[in-house]
């Protein structure tokens, strides 16, 4: 079975979030079931030096305003089709936002591209007469990823020829793609497709619901939150069109790579660790301390909480800024590694002065750095005010890191809280806290203090959390049982 994956970033390559994880993870996870799956993405400047080792396998002229092409390379275990457009894509900065962090204004054609040419690959496959080898090939299925390919279903549905079937996978509702409507024809879109079935929204040419109107099927990434996205709460406006598809929509949990996440082989760890080993974790707790100068406390009587979020409202983290004084009161410490709404930020800067050696601050985006904390923290909140399925938390479980989640999509899927039953039962993994207000996560936030000072039953925690699975194995049979139903 061959599948193309369309998506705007995939780890190691280019990450912004959580997506990239699963675009860089899942196809080596199907091709144990025979799956050849091809990612095709834009050629952003950070792929520079794998597209000059890649084979052009597909050119055009001008695509909305400049030439490009398409470049196969392989890495890592992915197969890449690298879609080279410089005047779309080879600029500085974020990959959605120029230096002022507003989105580029031409995201439309920026992304309108990527799916024009995959809904073009998917039709007619690469051109053989570019005589390359990885020209053979046409893919069976499109799967697509967030509003970034939210056109791929739309322009297949305008072309005469039979077309693959198109699955969507969405990973964040809140992100659709709004764009005016005088777009359309600059995209080489069909009027007849903007009405309130198809792409149109509120006057607005919206990529996400045209995917959502016309995919095959729907997955989102944690069965809890397929059920939130047709719910006002959650929907973003889009609910009404989630509930009409909803025999159309399941939820399939994202899983991690767990090679890249490995307390056993994490070569950012001080020192490695497994179940049977858990004090060697006080070495590695010795490392953040350093980094995000705090005190150093050989053998602490309260965790040491770590938080590596985008910091949005989304994320919940005003939430801690007011629960923080009372963290500190209970003898707790926190290191906070992430990026994102300035007021957010500047929040967790002063609170790092205020609570001098208590609370460690570093802006910005470490992937290293995540790891050291992952391997170094006793637990991590996750204090999300929607979380369609949530990575950190599942990356705490793998490094006995003990999670302290909200209580809504992936999160409520993936912790079991450490509730007198669980307990009792010996299967709690965290801490789930509802409802979603600083009340709540503070008191969260205060039983994991307690349960910290009964070592036995934390480190059972620990170790129960170490061993949960958290892999793809699962999810990638589902998502091949899925692809196999729409082929039959
Ligand atoms: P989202 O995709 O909504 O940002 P997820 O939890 O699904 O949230 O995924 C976030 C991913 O980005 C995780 O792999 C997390 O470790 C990583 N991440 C987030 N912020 C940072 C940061 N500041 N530095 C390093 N990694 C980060």
Redesign the pocket.
């Known amino acids: 079975m061959k599948v193309l994956y369309v998506a705007s970033e995939c780890a190691p390559f280019v990450k912004t ?3 990239a ?1 699963v675009i860089g993870a899942v196809p080596k996870n199907l091709a144990q079931f025979g799956i050849d799956t091809r990612v095709i993405m834009p050629a952003y400047p950070a792929l520079a030096s794998l597209l000059a080792r890649g084979k052009i396998v597909w050119q055009q002229d001008d695509l909305f305003g400049g030439p490009a092409n398409l470049v196969a390379v392989k890495s890592k275990g992915i197969t890449l089709l690298l879609l080279n457009a410089p005047h779309l894509y080879d600029r500085p900065g974020n990959i959605y936002l120029n230096e002022q962090g507003k989105d580029w204004p031409d995201n439309h054609l920026r992304f309108g591209a990527l799916c024009q040419v995959a809904a073009y690959v998917a039709s007619y496959g690469l051109p053989r007469e570019l005589k390359n080898p990885l020209n053979d090939w046409q893919p069976d299925l499109v799967h697509c990823h967030d509003w970034q390919s939210g056109l791929v279903p739309a322009y297949l549905k305008m072309v005469d020829t039979k077309t693959p079937p198109c699955i969507l996978t969405i990973h ?1 509702i809140a992100f659709q793609g709004l764009f005016d409507a005088k777009v359309i024809e600059t995209l080489g879109l069909s009027r007849s497709m903007f009405v309130p079935d198809g792409f149109e929204y509120w006057g607005k040419v919206s990529f996400l619901k045209a995917a959502i109107a016309y995919c095959d099927k729907i997955t989102t990434v944690s069965p809890t939150y397929a059920r939130e996205l047709m719910q006002p709460e959650f929907g973003m406006g889009l609910e009404g069109m989630m509930q009409s598809r909803a025999s159309d929509l399941s939820g399939i949990l994202n899983g991690i790579d767990t090679d890249v996440w490995d307390p056993i082989h994490d070569r950012a760890l001080n020192t490695s660790y497994y179940p049977r080993t858990l004090k060697r974790k006080a070495k590695n707790r010795a490392q953040v301390e350093a980094r995000f100068n705090l005190d150093s406390i050989k053998n602490p009587d309260a965790p040491l909480f770590c938080v ?3 910091l949005t409202t989304q994320k919940g983290l005003d939430l801690l800024v007011e629960t923080l004084p009372n963290l500190v009161a209970r003898g707790a410490r926190l290191a906070l ?3 994102g709404d300035k007021d957010i930020e500047a929040a967790f800067i002063a609170a790092a002065r205020q609570f001098k050696g208590k609370v460690g601050t570093i802006i ?4 290293e ?2 790891h050291i904390l992952q391997g170094g923290a006793d637990a991590i909140l996750v204090p999300s005010r929607f979380e369609p ?4 938390q599942l ?1 705490g479980l793998r490094y006995g890191t003990i999670p302290v989640v909200a209580r809504t999509g992936g999160l409520a899927d993936t912790i079991i809280d450490a509730n007198q039953a669980a307990l009792a039962d010996n299967c709690a993994t965290g801490f789930q806290f509802a409802p979603i207000t600083a009340i709540s996560l503070d008191h969260a936030i205060d039983r994991a203090c307690q349960t910290f000072k009964q070592p036995d039953v934390w480190e059972a925690m620990m170790r129960r959390a170490m061993n949960h699975d958290v892999s793809w194995d699962k999810s990638a049979k589902a998502y091949h049982d899925l692809y196999a139903s729409l082929l039959t």
Not at 364 to 367: K, L, N, V
Not at 389 to 392: K, N, Y
């Open positions: 979030g959580g997506l994880d964040n590596i979020s985008r590694l992430g990026s910005g985006y470490d992937e750095l995540s399925c949530g990575l950190t990356y």
